[in-house]
């Protein structure tokens, strides 16, 4: 069980790593590249 749960939170982290910069598209790129590895960045701790 732990383990699908880790995967979950995962899943959930990358998803807003790697999709949430289509929101930001008035922000520049250097931005949201920093803040979507900072996110990627927490999923990888798990």
């Known amino acids: 069980m732990k383990t699908i ?3 979950t939170v995962s899943n959930i982290f ?3 790593a790697w999709y949430g910069h289509l929101k930001f598209k ?4 250097v931005w949201v590249i ?3 590895w900072l996110i ?7």
Do not use: G
């Open 5 to 7: 749960v880790l995967l």
């Open 14 to 16: 990358m998803t807003f």
């Open 26 to 29: 008035t922000k520049p790129l």
């Open 34 to 36: 920093l803040i979507s």
């Open 40 to 46: 990627a960045f927490v999923e990888y701790c798990f």
